[in-house]
Structures are given as C-alpha cells and as structure tokens.
C-alpha cells in the first residue's frame, strides 16, 4: 500500500510567520502535488514536483514556495502566512505514468490568525 | 481548462438503498482518466473507483459503480446497498495523461439509518 504522511494534522500559526508543511512517501513515486482544499471550491492545485529540485506552478501559487531535496519529501511553504491562507492542505503522490492514479495524505488543517 | 462540475453539494440516502451522484466535465479531450475519491469526515481522502475515457465498459468496484456517458461528458457515481461507513465527501476528478488533475466542488454524503 501506498503510505503518504503529513507532518502535522492541525497547526495554528500567526499572520506573518513562516510556515513549513512536510509531506513523505515510501513509495518512490517520482510526482508530488501540494493542494489546498476549501469548501465549495474542491481541490486546488498549488504547486507540483516531478523530479528531485523541479517543481512546477499550480492554479494557485501565490503566496507559496516548495522544496524538493530528496525524492520522497516534498516541502510546502509559507513565506509570510496570512489569514486567507487558513485551509485544509492535501500532499499527494503518483507514479510516473500519466494514468497513475494519485494517493493523497492525511491532511493538514491550517489556521491562520 | 477543463473544468469538472458536480451539481449536488449535499445528498442523503437511507441505509441499504441505492443514490446516484453526478459529475459531468467539460474537455475536448478523447484520452483521458475519470476518478471518484472519497473523504470521509477527518480521515484520508482514497480512491474509490477510475475509469480510462477509452474504454466503453463502465468501472465496478464491489457496490461502486459508475455511469460513464462520454458524449455527454457525464460520470456519475452509483453506490448499492448504502452503509453508514459510506458517508463522506465525494470528489470526482478528470486528468489527462500527464500530471493535470481537475477536482468538482464535492458531494456531502449522509447516509441516515
């Protein structure tokens, strides 16, 4: 089975902060996404990685960096977090073919005050 | 862009029976991937069922099944013998051959016993 981990369930951060998401896989996929989830809207794409150090700009980028070091860790970044970045973010990962199916992680829920 | 519409925000089903909810995309497109994720309150959103554009025979997966009209860009989700542990968020999702995942608003299901 495909295991993704999120590196906090809940985090409450303050307006300004900068703010790390972890997201792990131990499936050797080579594609991880970063989305942010907000009722009525669904999932949003932020930003994805297809390879170690690339990265490629989602719907909504703004606001957001990402780090991609090692294969099975892909990093989300606040750089200043603001209130309207309050959400549920969601990692997934899929394998290299296209029709790979995506499996996603637990979730983060993110309140920013 | 493709865009994947799901009209329902919210349907309920009494235990054992049998509801229908609804997802029709827009692309123009002939390849592509169709997928209905489910996420159930506070956990891991998983994959509940995927069908390939390609193929005329529509997915089953034990009480899932789906109602795939590609002319009419229609892939509605059918589940049987509805279970209290079926109540979740329903997402439906459209992806091309590569990294491109489109995501509906979601469907709130309850399912009452």
């Known amino acids: 089975d495909v295991k993704v981990t999120q590196s906090s369930r809940y985090l409450v951060k303050r307006t300004g902060e900068k703010v790390f998401l972890e997201c792990v896989q131990d499936?050797?996929?080579?594609?991880m996404f970063w989305y942010r989830q907000d009722p009525g809207l669904g999932l949003r794409l932020i930003y994805f990685s297809y390879d170690v150090k690339m990265k490629e700009k989602g719907d909504i980028p703004e606001g957001y960096s990402v780090s991609r070091e090692k294969k099975e860790r892909f990093s989300l970044i606040l750089e200043s977090a603001s209130t309207n970045q309050t959400s549920m973010y969601l990692c997934a990962t899929q394998g290299g073919s296209g029709k790979e199916t995506q499996y996603f992680g637990p979730g983060t829920r993110l309140l920013v005050l | 862009a493709q865009t994947v519409t799901q009209s329902q925000p919210e349907m309920s089903v009494q235990e054992a029976e049998t509801v229908t909810l609804s997802c029709t995309y827009d692309?123009?497109?002939?390849?592509?991937?169709l997928f209905w994720y489910k996420q159930p309150p506070s956990r891991q959103m998983i994959l509940v069922i995927r069908?390939?554009?390609?193929?005329?025979q529509n997915a089953t997966e034990n009480r899932f099944s789906v109602n795939f009209q590609k002319a009419a860009k229609s892939f509605s989700l059918k589940i049987s013998d509805s279970q209290l542990g079926d109540a979740a968020m329903y997402f439906c999702a459209y992806k091309l051959g590569n990294n491109d995942m489109r995501f509906g608003a979601g469907t709130r299901l309850t399912v009452k016993p």
């Open positions: 499936m050797d996929h080579e594609n």
């Open positions: 692309t123009s497109e002939s390849d592509y991937y």
């Open positions: 069908q390939e554009a390609y193929k005329q």
